[in-house]
């Protein structure tokens, strides 16, 4: 406490200034406000956001009814992938199986497809789906150059790769 000339002692200056350092430490209301917003706004969109991505992720349901394709077994650790392109060709519903057709000569192609996938038909129309529910190839579209992997010695065509357009 101390005089400031006038007789007064310092005490109500002392007095502002741990108010006004109280209110510093303390923040404004409308910052607390503000802070609180923005949480609440990255936890929605963090939850937003990561639902998306298990929605990507998440194997989707087959429609129509399903026909029957050969499977190979999910290949073991470090096997390698045959680089032969299949012959060109076409996927044919016959029957209640996905058949693949070669472009000339229309001879049946024995196939295998990688551990799960999937062939469904849907309005009349035959596809290939890949594991995660994601249609492939369908029935009638040109093949060519879309499937590698390579032939047994049965001569069965074991498709290990897909490729994407």
């Known amino acids: 406490m101390t005089d400031d000339g006038t007789g ?3 005490d109500a200056d002392e007095l502002d200034a741990v108010d006004e350092l109280d209110a510093a430490k303390r923040g ?3 910052s607390g406000r503000v802070l609180a917003i923005v949480i609440v706004v990255a936890v929605v969109a963090t939850f ?9 992720r998440a194997p989707r349901a087959l429609p129509g009814t399903a026909l029957t394709i050969q499977n190979d077994p999910a290949p073991a650790a470090g096997s390698v992938c045959g680089k032969d392109a299949i012959e060109p ?4 519903v016959v029957g209640d199986a996905l058949t693949l ?7 049946d192609i024995p196939v295998v497809w ?3 996938y999937a062939a469904r038909e849907d309005l009349g129309r035959g596809g290939l789906y890949d594991p995660t529910g994601y249609l ?6 040109n093949l060519q150059e879309r499937f ?3 032939a047994g010695s049965d001569g069965t065509f074991h498709v290990c790769k897909i490729a994407r357009d």
Request: hydrophobic residues 45%; without cysteine.
């Open 148 to 150: 590698f992997g390579s």
């Open 101 to 107: 057709i070669a472009s000339k000569g229309g001879a």
């Open 136 to 141: 492939v190839a369908f029935e009638g579209e």
């Open 89 to 92: 060709s076409r996927l044919l």
């Open 28 to 30: 404004s209301p409308v």
């Open 48 to 56: 937003l956001l990561g639902r998306a991505w298990l929605d990507i």
């Open 114 to 116: 990688p551990a799960g």
């Open 8 to 10: 007064e002692t310092g």
